[in-house]
């Protein structure tokens, strides 16, 4: 499922740049926010993908949680809301660094349990 997406984004849009005579524009708001998200969200996929750890309750919140997040981001910067602002920093000065040290956490423990399995 992953895989099929990322071959159908990287498909489009290679094929949109090959076919495009002037290549394909990528919004600044795409460049500076979205893109850095859904990296983020990909590297949180590691220990699930590489590890053959199943994706629990309390990382399914989490995920649930960014996905919910991105939405309302996405719908609020779309309006123009007044909070938009607002939640863009938070996002990217509390729940982006919260998430980046979760996931250096969880790469540790992943790499320590494969060197002394139980």
Request: aromatic share 14%; hydrophobic share 65%.
């Amino acid at each position: 499922m992953v895989g099929s997406n990322i071959f159908n984004i990287l498909t489009v849009l290679g094929i949109s740049s090959i076919v495009a005579p002037a290549g394909v524009d990528v919004a600044k708001a795409a460049l500076d926010f979205d893109m850095l998200f859904m990296i983020a969200v990909a590297l949180a996929c590691f220990p699930v993908f590489f590890h053959g750890y199943k994706i629990g309750r309390i990382s399914g919140f989490f995920f649930l949680a960014f996905y919910v997040a991105y939405v309302v981001y996405l719908i609020l910067g779309a309006q123009g809301h007044a909070a938009f602002p607002a939640l863009r920093q938070v996002l990217l000065h509390y729940v982006a660094p919260a998430a980046g040290v979760a996931l250096l956490i969880l790469l540790v423990r992943a790499f320590l349990k494969q060197k002394n399995p139980a």
